[in-house]
Structure formats: C-alpha cells, structure tokens
C-alpha cells in the first residue's frame, strides 16, 4: 500500500512536482468519493502508465446536480476512500471544499459564470433527462486540469457519454490532456460497479441486473442486425416490471448516430446504452456491441 498525502487547496497542488522532477507524466483520476472497485480500477490504470504522481480528486460537484436529485444523499466516505486511493497506487488525493472549487460561488444559471457548453452531443441520452448535468461536468473537469495540470486523465466507461464529451472537450479546446477510457468493473452477476448502488435494496437490486441483462441480449442478437438487437434488450426490460425506463440506445461509438434511425449504415461497432429508473434510483449501463449484418431483424 503506498502512502497517499492529502492535500485540500489549490495551493498546496502547486508543490506537486513537474517535468523531470515528476518522475514521469501526471495522472488524474477525478472522482466524487465513494470509491469502489471502478474507482480502483481506474487508479490502477493511472498508475500503470505513469511512474509520475497520480492524483485523485474526490469532490462531489454541487454544479452537475440538478435541484431535487441526489446531492445532499450522495455517499460520503472520505476515510474509506483514502484506503481505496492508498491500495491502488495513487500519490496525492486532492480534497477541495466546494468554496476552494466555486470561490465566486456555485452558479445554476446558464448565463452567470464561465462554463462549458457541452454542446450538441450533451442534449442527447443522459442530457435529455438532466439538461444542466454535463455542463457541471465539463465545467469542473475543465478546472480539475487546469488545477492539476495533468498529462493523463483516466474515467470509466460505465459513463460513456461523459467519457465521450470529455475526449471531445480535450480535444476541442486543446487542453493538451490524454484522456483514457477504462473498461466498466461490474459484479460478478453483471450489476456494473456505480456509487448509487448503494442506495439499492436487495429486492431493487435484483431488478437492477435487467440492465446488464439487456444489454448482453442486445449484444447477443447483433448478428442479426439493429432492430433484433434493439427488440431482445427491451423484451428483457419491458419484462422487469419494478423498472422504469427512460431509454434504450443503439448509437455509433462516437454517439453521433443513432443505429435505429440509420439501421443500414456501413458502421459495425457501436453502443448499446440503457438508462431506467429502479424505485428512487437513476442508473445507467451500457456496452461495446458489434454488428456483423445490417438491417432487418
Ligand atoms: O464521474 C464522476 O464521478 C464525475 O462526473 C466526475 C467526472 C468526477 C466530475 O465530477
């Protein structure tokens, strides 16, 4: 277990070493807290590619929380974290309140304070159902690098559509960040890793495996085309009646297509994305899915 040096202001983020002192390139790893197998796989990553500082950041973002979602439940176990942070290789977790974040304060509104639009892409899928949520991601992603100033920046794939803005924020704006998608952690009965698990009972639990469920029937019936895909994945939702779906998406891995509506496209590989809602909980899912024929089911 390595010893891991907490650190909460921007200040103290300063003595973080650079260039040659480092050692090798700066990792990231931004996180909420309420570190679980995911977080620690993303760590891993981070320390695997880099003999650099890999830092962590555990802050739960009030700007990517719509008014009435789940803020002020959202697990907080900084204790544990440390652990999680120390047993998987990270150097510096950085813990900042949310004044060291937001010094002018934390804006809902669109129009008074700098932030980052997430453009076209962040109104589709998650976007549709929580409008303001990307542009709370971005916008603390966007001062997480520039706080950290790190080479490499790892996020799980269980977020796809966060990873994918992410990339394309990197990338548009030049942040001169790699950005790296780690693979979904999932239990050994599918249920992928996710903090809000935490707030499943047993019985919604097991209503909660007819995501992965889905999405591995989806996966199965490619072969055959979109529309099987699409059919055996919500023959498997429509039959768990304690799950309230918000939707079901075949798109091309960029996400800028929608497979269902473009059923013939040369595309092979996609994405299959689920999102529903069990009792007071939100979660989502998704998977890589390849398609070896096109059209008719
Ligand atoms: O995926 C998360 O935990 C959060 O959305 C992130 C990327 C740490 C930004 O707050």
Same mark, same amino acid.
């Given at each position: 277990?390595?010893?891991?040096?907490?650190?909460?202001?921007?200040?103290?983020?300063?003595?973080?070493?650079?260039?040659?002192?480092?050692?090798?390139?700066?990792?990231?790893?931004?996180?909420?807290?309420?570190?679980?197998?995911?977080?620690?796989?993303?760590?891993?990553?981070?320390?695997?590619?880099?003999?650099?500082?890999?830092?962590?950041?555990?802050?739960?973002?009030?700007?990517?929380?719509?008014?009435?979602?789940?803020?002020?439940?959202?697990?907080?176990?900084?204790?544990?974290?440390?652990?999680?942070?120390?047993?998987?290789?990270?150097?510096?977790?950085?813990?900042?309140?949310?004044?060291?974040?937001?010094?002018?304060?934390?804006?809902?509104?669109?129009?008074?304070?700098?932030?980052?639009?997430?453009?076209?892409?962040?109104?589709?899928?998650?976007?549709?159902?929580?409008?303001?949520?990307?542009?709370?991601?971005?916008? +603390?992603?966007?001062?997480?690098? /520039? $706080?950290?100033?790190?080479? %490499? @920046?790892?996020?799980? *794939?269980?977020?796809?559509?966060? &990873?994918?803005?992410?990339?394309?924020?990197?990338?548009?704006?030049?942040?001169?960040?790699?950005?790296?998608?780690?693979?979904?952690?999932?239990?050994?009965?599918?249920?992928?890793?996710?903090?809000?698990?935490?707030?499943?009972?047993?019985?919604?639990?097991?209503?909660?495996?007819?995501?992965?469920?889905?999405?591995?029937?989806?996966?199965?019936?490619?072969?055959?085309?979109?529309?099987?895909?699409?059919?055996?994945?919500?023959? +498997?939702?429509?039959?768990?009646? /304690? $799950?309230?779906?918000?939707? %079901? @998406?075949?798109?091309? *891995?960029?996400?800028?297509?929608? &497979?269902?509506?473009?059923?013939?496209?040369?595309?092979?590989?996609?994405?299959?994305?689920?999102?529903?809602?069990?009792?007071?909980?939100?979660?989502?899912?998704?998977?890589?899915?390849?398609?070896?024929?096109?059209?008719?089911?």
């Amino acid at each position: 277990m390595s010893d891991v040096r907490q650190v909460g202001t921007r200040a103290e983020l300063l003595s973080l070493p650079r260039g040659a002192a480092a050692g090798g390139p700066v990792a990231l790893v931004p996180t909420m807290g309420a570190l679980h197998e995911g977080h620690a796989a993303l760590i891993r990553a981070a320390r695997e590619a880099t003999h650099g500082p890999v830092v962590v950041s555990v802050f739960v973002n009030p700007l990517q929380f719509a008014p009435g979602e789940d803020l002020d439940r959202y697990p907080r176990t900084l204790d544990a974290d440390l652990e999680v942070c120390a047993g998987a290789g990270a150097d510096v977790v950085f813990t900042p309140s949310v004044a060291e974040m937001y010094p002018d304060g934390v804006s809902t509104g669109a129009t008074d304070a700098v932030s980052v639009d997430a453009g076209p892409l962040g109104t589709i899928l998650e976007g549709a159902s929580r409008p303001t949520h990307f542009r709370g991601v971005l916008t +603390v992603v966007a001062k997480l690098f /520039g $706080l950290v100033r790190p080479d %490499l @920046a790892f996020f799980g *794939e269980k977020d796809y559509q966060q &990873l994918v803005l992410i990339e394309q924020m990197a990338r548009e704006l030049c942040l001169g960040v790699d950005v790296c998608g780690v693979e979904t952690v999932r239990d050994a009965d599918g249920l992928a890793r996710s903090s809000r698990n935490q707030y499943l009972s047993d019985e919604e639990r097991t209503v909660a495996l007819a995501l992965s469920r889905a999405l591995s029937a989806a996966r199965e019936r490619a072969a055959y085309g979109v529309p099987s895909a699409r059919w055996a994945a919500m023959k +498997v939702l429509t039959g768990e009646p /304690g $799950l309230d779906l918000d939707y %079901l @998406a075949l798109r091309s *891995e960029d996400l800028t297509v929608d &497979l269902s509506e473009e059923p013939d496209l040369p595309t092979t590989t996609g994405r299959v994305l689920v999102a529903a809602r069990v009792g007071n909980t939100r979660l989502i899912d998704n998977m890589p899915i390849e398609f070896t024929t096109r059209g008719g089911a």
